[in-house]
């Protein structure tokens, strides 16, 4: 029997940190010391992380299946890269827009496409994604077209970290707007706003029923969503300093799907989980043949849905559960 | 004028190859909710099959046609036995990620058996030529393909309107519970339509080499086609699909012809508006 | 003349070509016992949907104590005090029962609009909705989530999450629908003992139930108001009677 004043601890306490969620940020700094020829791989790992956890904001919180979201990368790495390319190199300004204006393609075409559910949702999001490629792929003279956005020469860091060869700076500062990034998505996820998104999920109607405005929160966090992945974009696009027409493509947003897939959604580390082990991946079997990545990967995914379908954290989580009702 | 007569004739050709092969996908959708990502993947292995057949074992033409359909089938039949029947009930996020790693696997497998490269397709001599239909000649090729297409398209219509599986399909389409309320084995039902539908694709993929192409990638490359086709024209609507690939086809032919930079742009601003005005397709039950 | 709570004027509503609510006028008083019955596929809970704002009407119009509400949302419906629980339960089901009642307590007072702070250290979100759990007897299982826990018990989640919104108008579909009859009067007496003032509107099989909870019926058949009244009236009425009443005392 529970004693009466601590019902509802569970409620209470779920927002505090626990030591485990230190563990992916100690694994970060430690493989910055650790695997010092890795450091661009790295950076580009901790981008999609980024990436995964905008994905994880709309899909593991508020059940939007999305098969689009390179579109707000895409947005946030032509703002940020068009930018420089014009001559305006400042690196935290270039995120800063680069948010606002993913943010902004957000919250209108949220607006248009969240009344919708299933296919037709699904088929939207997609065809928005296309639809920016298209315009990306016609627009050669801000864009470059097919080759690529060229030109981009990033100034230092607050003016003082230079962007250097082996990809430290970089590294590091995707580190750290990742952490401050982390934060942000996390108290919204603990919120009461962030909560009545699961309601959404679990049970729409009656979450109309309770009396929420169910359009304007889906649009809130798409746009949210929308802007997060507009800064993955935007670091991808000051750190390789280039940005091709992949990052608007249906590949990359099926690469940021599969890799929340993996890590597990629903539970804001899935994407720490989920990326490097997509990333290691595909560089190492990429590396032997195409053919094997590509059957690895899909194999990977089918044998996830069968039998894991809350990803690797999911795995962890039944494993420790196990482990907590032995040990008793 | 000339422009617009080859537009709408190779548009049209397209609309057939891109119907045959998305029709069996928007039913299966329209019939279990079954969301097939990978269904392409089965058009795929009709145009592998067919010019590997005609290639290594000389068949004719026709005949490797029909053996595409019924090869096809019968191997779709296993994936639905084996695999896809375990997805039934579960939720849409579940059925995408399990039929686009599929879609990746097709890629590998067939890069494997096939190669990396574009297939060469096999046109048969008899419809190498052209076809002067009085006021214009039209490549042979593709005026069989649109005859044989429409053909099928009537053998369609009438089997679902005429037959007793057709009718059951029909009304397992229309309301699944009452279907099975009144007797309807649906699940032995979708296994028939599953296979015919894949079955279709791969008469779609063995006849489109020559429209579409023929890659490994093949499955990826025109899964947001298959896709629009099914959406715009609405689950499970057989004359929805037919409707919306003669739009995507004749659309998508004319926007690459007059802007080859941006061809797709219409194709997806018209799927766009569409989906807005209409969430449930032009002619899918809202 | 005591103020409506709720009415509805001239309401009705096609399927295409089928009328499943024809004109329908009905009034609830503040702190109203009011009972709607009529066999399956009468329209109750479609007059329930419209009244809710869950399906907009062909025609006519609904009042929120005197105020037009036909045009407005389920949403802002809600915030002008009206609730309702469904006949199936739709609960947060991978949640906590805490968490089910917290879902209504937050929309009502706004809190659910706030994106930082943690929902854990809204004390007062929480402590009403463990005050609403404790009034239920749901207390004890503040913690579980709503899968494990039996039936008849969600069926008290549904209205303890009703009774976080503070209604003043309260819809009940079937409250005791799929609980078994050894476990429903739990509900019955829940719901006897909810605040005087809440205007009710239950919708019930059981005709013992409604002659022991309602101070008036409405008897509605394919879709049409048949005839209003008292309980002992209802009982006495002959074409009540005949299409309702009869057929079910004949099954016991």
Redesign the interface.
């Known amino acids: 029997m529970i004693g009466i004043a601590e019902r509802g601890a569970f409620l209470r306490h779920r927002h505090r940190l626990s030591w485990a969620e230190s563990v992916p940020w100690i694994a970060a700094v430690a493989a910055f010391f650790l695997f010092p020829s890795y450091e661009t791989l790295g950076a580009q790992v901790l981008i999609m992380v980024l990436f995964a956890l905008s994905l994880d904001l709309i899909?593991g919180y508020a059940g939007i299946?999305s098969?689009g979201h390179a579109a707000f990368f895409g947005i946030g790495a032509y703002t940020a890269g068009i930018l420089s390319a014009q001559g305006w190199g400042e690196p935290i300004s270039g995120l800063v827009l680069a948010a606002i204006v993913a943010g902004i393609a957000g919250f209108i075409s949220g607006w248009?496409?969240l009344?919708?559910?299933?296919?037709?949702l699904?088929?939207?999001t997609?065809?928005?994604a296309?639809?920016l490629r298209?315009?990306a792929?016609?627009q050669?003279h801000y864009t470059g077209?097919d080759d690529g956005l060229r030109g981009i020469r990033m100034d230092p860091i607050f003016g003082v970290f230079e962007f250097d060869l082996f990809g430290e700076t970089a590294y590091l500062y995707c580190l750290a707007v990742l952490f401050i990034m982390f934060v942000v998505a996390r108290a919204i996820v603990h919120s009461p706003f962030g909560q009545s998104l699961t309601g959404i999920r679990e049970n729409i109607r009656r979450m109309h029923a309770v009396g929420a405005p169910v359009h304007l929160k889906l649009v809130t966090i798409y746009a949210i969503s929308a802007a997060m992945a507009g800064v993955a974009g935007a670091l991808l696009a000051q750190t390789t300093e280039y940005v091709g027409l992949t990052v608007l493509s249906?590949i990359r947003s099926?690469d940021v799907?599969?890799v929340i897939?993996l890590g597990g959604f629903g539970r804001l580390y899935g994407a720490f989980i989920g990326a490097p082990l997509y990333m290691v991946l595909q560089d190492q079997l990429a590396k032997q043949s195409?053919?094997?990545w590509?059957?690895g990967?899909?194999?990977?995914?089918?044998v996830?849905?069968?039998f894991a379908?809350r990803g690797v954290l999911g795995l962890l989580e039944d494993l420790g559960a196990r482990f907590r009702r032995d040990s008793r | 004028m000339t422009a617009a007569l080859s537009i709408g004739f190779d548009g049209l050709a397209y609309a057939m190859v891109l119907f045959l092969i998305s029709v069996g996908m928007s039913v299966t959708?329209g019939l279990m909710g079954f969301?097939n990502l990978a269904h392409g993947a089965f058009a795929m292995l009709g145009g592998y099959l067919a010019i590997t057949l005609m290639r290594e074992a000389g068949i004719p033409f026709v005949g490797a046609i029909v053996l595409a359909f019924v090869g096809v089938a019968l191997i779709s039949v296993v994936f639905e036995r084996t695999?896809y029947r375990?997805?039934y009930a579960k939720g849409?996020?579940?059925q995408?990620?399990?039929t686009?790693?599929?879609?990746?696997?097709?890629?590998?497998?067939c890069?494997?058996i096939w190669g990396p490269v574009n297939v060469v397709p096999i046109v048969p001599d008899f419809l190498k030529t052209q076809v002067d239909l009085g006021f214009r000649e039209f490549p042979a090729y593709r005026t069989f393909l649109i005859l044989v297409s429409l053909a099928i398209i009537v053998a369609l219509w009438y089997g679902l309107e005429r037959t007793k599986v057709g009718a059951q399909i029909r009304a397992a389409v229309n309301n699944r519970r009452m279907a099975q309320s009144i007797g309807i084995d649906v699940d032995r039902l979708f296994t028939i339509t599953f296979a015919l539908g894949s079955g279709l694709a791969g008469i779609g993929g063995a006849l489109g080499v020559e429209v579409l192409g023929l890659t490994p990638f093949y499955a990826?490359e025109w899964?947001?086609h298959f896709?629009?086709v099914?959406?715009v024209g609405g689950?499970g609507s057989i004359r929805g699909a037919f409707v919306a690939a003669v739009l995507i086809g004749v659309i998508d032919t004319a926007g690459k012809y007059f802007?080859p930079?941006?061809g797709?742009?219409f194709l997806?601003?018209i799927?766009?508006v569409v989906?807005?005005w209409r969430?449930?397709?032009l002619f899918g039950r809202a | 003349m005591t103020a409506l709570a709720l009415e509805t004027r001239a309401l009705s509503k096609n399927f295409g070509a089928l009328p499943v609510a024809q004109a329908i006028d009905f009034r609830l008083a503040s702190g109203a016992r009011h009972a709607l019955i009529g066999p399956n596929g009468a329209g109750k809970t479609t007059f329930i949907n419209l009244i809710t704002g869950a399906l907009k009407p062909s025609s006519g119009s609904v009042h929120l104590a005197g105020a037009d509400v036909t045009a407005l949302s389920q949403a802002a419906r809600v915030k002008r005090g009206i609730a309702r629980t469904f006949q199936i339960n739709q609960l947060y089901r991978g949640l906590s029962v805490l968490e089910n009642v917290c879902m209504a307590i937050a929309e009502r007072t706004g809190a659910a609009r706030a994106m930082f702070r943690p929902i854990g250290r809204r004390g007062e979100v929480i402590d009403e909705a463990l005050a609403i759990l404790e009034l239920l007897s749901l207390g004890d299982d503040a913690d579980r989530l709503i899968r494990e826990l039996p039936y008849g018990r969600q069926r008290l989640v549904e209205i303890a999450i009703a009774l976080g919104l503070k209604p003043r108008v309260l819809l009940l579909d079937e409250p005791a629908a799929g609980v078994p009859t050894a476990e429903s009067h739990v509900l019955l007496d829940v719901i006897e003992s909810l605040p005087a003032e809440i205007a009710m509107l239950i919708i019930e099989h059981d005709m013992d139930v409604v002659f022991r909870f309602a101070r008036e019926i409405t008897v509605l058949v394919a879709g049409e108001v048949l005839v209003v009244g008292t309980p002992s009236e209802i009982a006495a009425n002959e074409r009540v009677r005949e299409v309702y009443l009869g057929k079910k005392t004949r099954h016991g």
């Open positions: 899909l299946i098969l248009a496409i009344r919708t559910t299933g296919l037709t699904l088929m939207l997609l065809c928005f296309e639809l298209e315009i792929n016609e050669e077209g249906f099926g799907l599969i897939i195409p053919e094997y590509l059957f990967i899909g194999l990977v995914l089918v996830v849905v069968m379908p | 959708m969301a695999l375990r997805f849409e996020l579940d995408v990620l399990f686009i790693g599929l879609v990746f696997m097709s890629i590998a497998v890069t494997l990826l899964l947001v896709m629009i099914v959406a689950l802007f930079h941006a797709a742009f997806f601003v799927t766009i989906l807005l969430p449930q397709g």
